[in-house]
C-alpha cells in the first residue's frame, strides 16, 4: 500500500473522515490501509466518534445487543455490548436503566468522595447540594460536543447552587474557617 499521501487523499481524509460512514470512507482511499488513514488522521489532528454497526435483540443472550465501531489510535476496534432484559422491552428503555445505574454506581463509589475532597481543600464544608450540582454538572459538560452556551449555562446552574448554599451557611463556614485555621495552627 502506498504510504504517500497526494493532495486528494489529504482533501477526502480532511472533508470526510469525521463524518462518513466507515465503510463508505475506505472506498475512498482504496490505496490506503486502516493503519494509515487512522496514523494521518491522528497527526491532523481529527478525530472519528464512534460508529454504530447494528442493534437487535438476541433471544439466545436474552437481551439487546449494540455492535459499535471504535477509533482509537491508529486501530479500530469492534465491540458487542450486552443489555440483559425481558422480550419485548425496548432498547430504549434498557439502554437508559443502564446509564442510569451506572451512573449511580459512579457517583456513589468514585464522584462523590473526591468532590467531598475537593471541597475540603478549600476549607469549605461539603454540602450534599453542592456536592449533587458538581455532579448534574459533570454529567451535562461530560460530552465532547457539549456547545459553548450549554457550558455556559450548566456553569451558571452550579455557580448558582454554590453561591446559594454557601450564603445561606456564611456564617457556619466562616467559624468553621477560623477553627480549622486554629487547629492547624495549633498542630504546628
Known amino acids: 500500500m502506498a504510504s504517500h499521501w497526494t493532495k486528494g487523499e489529504l482533501e477526502i481524509l480532511e472533508n470526510h473522515f469525521v463524518n462518513?460512514?466507515?465503510e463508505k470512507f475506505l472506498e475512498m482511499l482504496p490505496k490506503k490501509t486502516e493503519k494509515q488513514i487512522l496514523s494521518r488522521a491522528k497527526?491532523?489532528?481529527l478525530k472519528k466518534e464512534d460508529d454504530l454497526i447494528g442493534r437487535y435483540y438476541d433471544d439466545e443472550e436474552g437481551g439487546w445487543v449494540e455492535k459499535t465501531r471504535s477509533f482509537l489510535g491508529d486501530r479500530v476496534m469492534t465491540m458487542s455490548v450486552l443489555y440483559p432484559c425481558k422480550k419485548g422491552t425496548t432498547f430504549e428503555f434498557v439502554h437508559q436503566a443502564f446509564s442510569d445505574h451506572v451512573s449511580q454506581?459512579?457517583?456513589e463509589t468514585i464522584f462523590k468522595k473526591k468532590c467531598i475532597d475537593f471541597i475540603s481543600e478549600y476549607n469549605l464544608e461539603p454540602h450534599e447540594d453542592i456536592i449533587n450540582a458538581f455532579f448534574e454538572?459533570?454529567?451535562?459538560t461530560f460530552s465532547s460536543n457539549v456547545s459553548k452556551a450549554e457550558l455556559d449555562d450548566a456553569s451558571k446552574e452550579l455557580a448558582e447552587v454554590v453561591t446559594m448554599v454557601y450564603t445561606e451557611k456564611k456564617d457556619e463556614i466562616e467559624a468553621l474557617k477560623k477553627e480549622r485555621i486554629g487547629s492547624k495552627k495549633k498542630r504546628k
Open 20 to 22: 462518513l460512514e466507515w
Open 43 to 45: 497527526k491532523l489532528g
Open 105 to 107: 454506581v459512579y457517583y
Open 137 to 140: 454538572f459533570s454529567k451535562k
